[in-house]
């Protein structure tokens, strides 16, 4: 009886070969999308409904630590209950930092009420202040990282984390606090943050 061939597992790096192209097209579609958006989407009342709220708080890094810890609360006997509410903790916080770190990178400032268009601030202007500063989305970038930390741990519920971070990046679309692209940017690097903590805790347990 001849055995199955085994199936070679894939390269380590085609996940991230995979994210850059991802990414790559996605960036661009959202950047060619900004203005529509900016036009279409506008709803400055957004935060004056529930769902609005809700929808924001996702991307507030205290609900990340509060589930976290309704985690470790409840996996008592679990084996990887440290490592995997580090990941819950360290996932959305780190994604956080990221974005505060690249609005000082990128400098584009968030979007004018009244004209669409993009600008920027010299780096010699508040070169270590973020005011005023909206790419990536922090809120969005949170939310996302959170979303993929929990779609890590339990794949089942991806999909409903994945709707309440993009709803999150829509609800700061909404209400004029960020382009498309500054939160299309900020899931690309949540993805990124994600993965990488992923890699190294893989090393650990």
């Known amino acids: 009886m001849v055995s199955p061939t085994p199936v070679p597992a894939a390269p380590q790096s085609e996940p991230w070969k995979r994210w850059a192209l991802v990414s790559l097209v996605v960036i661009v ?7 529509t958006a900016w036009r279409l989407l506008r709803l400055p009342s957004v935060y004056d409904k529930d769902w609005g709220r ?11 630590l509060l589930l976290a810890l309704a985690y470790w ?3 008592r ?13 360290f996932g959305p916080a780190l994604g ?11 400098r584009r400032l968030r979007p004018d009420a009244e004209t669409f268009g993009y600008a920027f601030r010299a780096f010699s ?3 270590w202040s973020n005011r005023g500063l ?18 890590r741990l339990f794949p089942r519920v991806r999909w409903v984390m994945y709707a309440l971070a993009a709803g999150c990046g829509l609800t700061r679309v909404m209400a004029n606090a ?19 903590m992923w890699e190294r805790m893989g090393q650990r347990h």
Do not use: M
Request: proline content about 5%; hydrophobic content about 55%; charged content about 10%.
């Open 29 to 35: 579609v959202a950047h060619l999308l900004d203005e």
């Open 54 to 64: 809700l929808l924001r708080s996702i991307g507030f890094l205290p609900t990340w």
């Open 73 to 75: 609360l409840h996996q």
């Open 77 to 89: 006997e679990h084996p990887a209950r440290r490592a995997h509410t580090t990941f819950l903790v």
């Open 96 to 106: 956080g930092l990221a974005a505060e770190l690249l609005k000082l990178l990128f």
């Open 125 to 127: 202007d508040n070169p």
């Open 134 to 151: 909206g790419l990536p989305s922090s809120h969005t970038l949170v939310a996302f990282a959170g979303a993929f930390a929990v779609a």
């Open 178 to 196: 960020h382009y498309l692209s500054d939160t299309v940017v900020a899931a690309c690097v949540a993805w990124a943050v994600v993965a990488l």
